[in-house]
């Protein structure tokens, strides 16, 4: 991306005027040039933060102005684009580039909100899931573990994994590390 374009694109993003730089000489026929090349900056700055339908689709579940998406195009292409993940939320990227603490806390309540119903949306699809496996195998295992030879490993490591206790050898059981100096009469 041209410098111009840089420019223009982050004019745009931080609410600032688009300003042109000018040639050092200033016949007519480069100023002419300046005033063309100074159109097609913004012009291909608008076309690359001009609103398709896919945008204009996000603007509407994130519950934002056609006016705020285009300023989240535009950091999301610039600025963000350099330090961010590349799914970042058109409200985080307004939101990290507030422009006061009002705007900033609105922003903030959005992805709040946003997050809090992702949630619970998720817990209402596991408990749902839940319902069904159950309803669907009853409490038959979904892995079998019989046959497989004993592991290593700590209990705790296994019950998260789900390994049944019966085909684990802890190594710090006491019984896994021998005979305890109590039972052998020292003290």
Known sequence: ????????????????PLVVPAQTQTTT???ERTQVTGTQSRDSARQSTA???????????WGLTD?????????????RAAFSVPNLS??????????????????????????????????????AYQQAITRLVGNS????????????????SADAAGVPRTLVLDP????????SSRAMGQR
């Not at 705020?68 to 999301?76: D, F, N």
């Open 1 to 16: 991306m041209n410098s111009t374009r840089t420019a223009a694109l982050l004019a745009l993003a931080l609410g600032a």
């Open 29 to 31: 026929t480069q100023l």
């Open 51 to 61: 609103l398709d339908a896919h945008d204009r689709l996000l603007a509407e579940i």
């Open 67 to 79: 006016e705020e998406m285009t300023r989240a195009k535009v950091l999301l292409q610039g600025p």
């Open 90 to 127: 058109p409200v985080e990227a307004l939101g990290i580039h507030a422009r006061t603490d009002a705007e900033r806390r609105r922003y903030a309540e959005m992805m709040a909100k946003a997050v809090y119903a992702d949630v619970q949306r998720s817990l209402a699809w596991d408990a």
């Open 141 to 156: 295992p979904i892995v079998s573990f019989d046959g497989l030879p004993k592991v290593s490993a700590p209990t705790g």
């Open 172 to 179: 710090s059981a006491p019984a896994a590390r021998g005979p």
